[in-house]
């Protein structure tokens, strides 16, 4: 059981950098208008309905690249159990979820960071599989 609670956290540590990482890819891709603090959520509302599509698309790239990664994570670190894929899945969707209620978002991104942390969640478990 502690193999699975240590691989679950190295999951989701694993799978935050992943997303910092792409979705700063994103932002060097897809730069913001000059004056945008990112860190700041009231800039990100003001922007939001005028950033690009593929700017949008970007960070659900980064979602569920870091659903799959720290899935992959917990499951090479549990060996036997695929909970804490679905953990890792799980909170780093109420991640997304966080996000975009602080920022609002269109909803098809909502939808879309659904399918891509089931996507990277059921990548994680096929990768498992294959390695057992």
Do not use: C, Q
Not at 46 to 63: D, F, H, P
Not at 70 to 84: C, D, Q, R, Y
Request: glycine letters at 14%; a neutral charge.
């Amino acid at each position: 059981m502690m193999r699975s609670i240590l691989g679950t956290l190295a999951g989701v540590v694993a799978g935050v950098i992943v997303v910092g990482l792409l979705e700063g890819f994103g932002h060097m891709i897809f730069p913001p208008p000059e004056g945008v603090n990112l860190m700041n959520p009231e800039d990100l509302s003001a922007i939001m309905n005028t950033i690009s599509l593929g700017a949008k698309i970007s960070v659900l790239i980064a979602w569920g690249a870091g659903v799959f990664v720290g899935g992959v994570a917990a499951l090479f670190i549990t060996k036997s159990e695929t909970w804490p894929a679905w953990a890792v899945g799980a909170v780093l969707l109420m991640g997304g979820f966080y996000t975009m209620t602080t920022i609002p978002h269109p909803i098809w991104m909502i939808f879309g960071a659904v399918l891509v942390t089931l996507a990277g969640v059921y990548g994680a478990l096929k990768v498992a599989a294959a390695r057992a």
